[in-house]
């Protein structure tokens, strides 16, 4: 079963992640064919150039009668080259070289025509495939107040130029004071969980109101394993090393990013992670290839620790990766659990989870310009007649399900045989209510309840929205 998905038919994972890899092949061979035809373009020129320049005629008509009559040697033998034997060479070799001009012509738009088609085809299924993802503008009030937009980076946001080594996570924590109005929300929310028969001791929540930067939580600050919710730690990295050059933009980089965090595809992490660290699943190593391969691996943890994301261990990848046959770690992965002492799977608190969400949406995680790009990736269609036409969508049996389909959402979502997570920012449409609602369920009774995560979704907004509406009504009186 995929890491993110609900169960579903055998056949359909299968021809999803069929097509996904046939995608992902499409887009990689769209940018060799492009990186081939720049290079032809230049072979074009120098071939143009050559043939314009009149630099050998000039230097012939300057030589003496007597020099016309040259000396050629090649090998041992000696020839006699005549004036008129060196013209006609020179009208050979222009011809030669039109007529390789035409071939490389025709071999450029051949291969124009192929990239095109294959543009044209991924673009046919992707939409086949699934409804693309609009970005959503963040409320005002999750900006800076000098920022307006999340358009473009400013100069007080963007990390300086790092080496992958010095890289470190950019925002530092907000502060957010406790509330006990949000904490009896959160209680509230326990409360159902217990009535429905499911035991609280695996369940973690965090709420935070982004109108009054208050926070509340129920064991928000206990490690658990995160399933997907992770992929929103490793899209973080990979945009600070976009930023700051460590990677380049490439098609296959940006499929595989969609392909991670709106389908949770585990084979996409898989490739996203194995560039961000610099390594690679595979059989054991010794000495110091397996030491740098290891410190490469633990530095993703470091990256958050240094801005205080005190105890997390993001720095083992996601299971089952159908196309490395993994079920789970094996050979240097393995290796480093056993010989290290590392955590078997990630771990993650709630609060760091809900933390990096509103990092996000204000605009901080990285830059402002980096966060929109994230933002985008990260934003749900709330509309049942959209998201249900999707079998592996992230909207049935979560946050989302239970609210008004006008409302602004962006989350992400983590489901194994043994939890059920979530991550979301929501903003009601006329923008006055505004918050981040974490919510993890460790155990296999809260995975195989698709009512529960809903259910404490719509409770929690309802209050929020009757918070909000209390605190209007307190002004106008006092007004």
């Not at 090998?75 to 034997?85: A, F, M, N, V």
């Not at 010794?286 to 490469?296: D, H, Q, R, V």
Request: proline letters at 5%; aromatic letters at 6%; glycine letters at 4%.
């Amino acid at each position: 079963m995929r890491q993110l998905l609900k169960p579903k038919p055998e056949t359909i994972q299968q021809q999803n992640a069929a097509l996904k890899a046939k995608l992902a092949r499409a887009d990689r061979l769209i940018a060799q064919l492009k990186a081939e035809t720049s290079q032809l373009r230049a072979q074009i020129s120098q071939l143009q150039r050559r043939s314009a320049s009149p630099q050998s005629t000039a230097s012939f008509r300057t030589r003496s009668p007597a020099a016309q009559n040259r000396t050629v040697i090649t090998g041992s033998e000696t020839r006699l080259k005549h004036p008129q034997q060196a013209s006609s060479g020179r009208s050979s070799r222009a011809v030669a070289r039109r007529r390789s001009t035409a071939r490389l012509r025709l071999l450029l738009g051949t291969l124009l025509s192929f990239a095109v088609g294959l543009t044209i085809t991924a673009a046919f299924s992707r939409q086949r495939q699934q409804q693309p993802v609009a970005p959503i503008q963040p409320s005002a009030t999750l900006q800076p107040s000098s920022q307006p937009q999340l358009q473009a980076s400013t100069a007080a946001a963007v990390l300086p130029k790092q080496t992958i080594d010095e890289l470190v996570y950019n925002a530092q924590p907000a502060s957010l004071e406790a509330s006990p109005a949000l904490q009896a929300i959160v209680d509230g929310a326990v409360a159902l969980a217990a009535s429905k028969s499911l035991a609280t001791e695996p369940l973690s929540i965090t709420l935070i109101d982004l109108k009054a930067n208050m926070i509340a939580g129920y064991q928000k600050e206990k490690p658990r394993y995160p399933a997907s919710v992770v992929k929103l730690f490793w899209l973080v990295i990979c945009e600070a090393q976009l930023e700051n050059s460590i990677l380049q933009p490439d098609p296959a980089l940006s499929a595989d990013l969609t392909a991670m965090i709106v389908h949770s595809d585990n084979d996409a992490a898989s490739r996203i992670f194995d560039r961000i660290t610099q390594t690679t699943s595979g059989s054991q190593l010794s000495g110091e290839a397996y030491a740098t391969w290891l410190k490469n691996r633990l530095r993703m943890n470091q990256f958050f620790r240094a801005a205080g994301y005190d105890g997390l261990s993001i720095s083992q990848k996601n299971y089952p990766i159908y196309s490395l046959k993994l079920d789970g770690p094996d050979g240097r992965e393995l290796q480093m659990l056993d010989e290290q002492q590392q955590p078997i799977r990630s771990l993650v608190t709630s609060d760091q989870a809900a933390r990096l969400m509103y990092e996000i949406y204000s605009g901080k995680a990285i830059s402002a310009s980096r966060s929109q790009e994230m933002i985008a990736l990260l934003t749900r269609d709330l509309n049942p007649e959209s998201w249900k036409k999707q079998p592996d969508n992230s909207i049935a049996g979560f946050l989302g399900e239970s609210l008004p389909a006008d409302l602004r959402f962006a989350s992400k979502v983590g489901m194994t045989t043994k939890a059920r997570h979530e991550v979301a920012f929501i903003e009601s449409k006329d923008g006055k209510v505004a918050y981040i609602l974490a919510v993890f369920g460790a155990d296999p009774t809260y995975s195989q309840n698709s009512e529960i995560l809903p259910a404490i979704s719509n409770a929690v907004y309802t209050q929020m929205m009757e918070r909000s509406a209390h605190a209007e009504g307190m002004k106008k009186s006092e007004g």
